[in-house]
């Protein structure tokens, strides 16, 4: 494990100690290390499909909130956007269509999504599914 991400993981566990996230399963966190990464499990104590993992490596964050994947950058934006999941002011709402699927993530209950994401997964069952994601 490298200085850089073992700082981030210190940050990590400080913001995890600052916050009161009742559904946050703390027993289970897990941190599994490979040759170039750390991927970090945050579960959700009563839904699995609520999960948070992190894949840490010396110049990137990636936030994982099942199927939406977002690469930060900046160690700071990936905090304060993991305290956004956990504090549940992030949802992500799908949409299955006939050729595509959309995803957008919105925050804070604002009305326009600051991440949308279309894949060629195409669904002979239309329809919207509203994620939301959080621990408290």
């Known amino acids: 494990m490298t200085p850089a991400v073992r700082e981030f993981l210190v940050l990590l566990d400080e913001l995890v100690d600052a916050h009161e996230w009742p559904h946050l399963n703390r027993e289970v ?73 959309t995803m957008n993530s919105y925050r804070d209950g604002l009305n326009r999504p600051f991440r949308r994401t279309r894949m060629p997964w195409p669904s002979l069952r239309p329809r919207t599914e509203h994620l939301p994601f959080g621990f408290n």
């Open 29 to 101: 966190v897990t941190v599994g290390s490979g040759d170039a990464e750390v991927l970090v499990r945050l579960p959700h104590a009563a839904d699995d499909a609520r999960d948070i993992e992190l894949e840490i490596d010396d110049r990137t964050v990636t936030v994982i909130y099942e199927p939406e994947r977002i690469e930060f950058t900046s160690r700071s934006e990936a905090l304060h956007f993991i305290e956004m999941l956990g504090d549940g002011r992030v949802e992500l709402k799908v949409h299955h269509g006939l050729l595509w699927t």
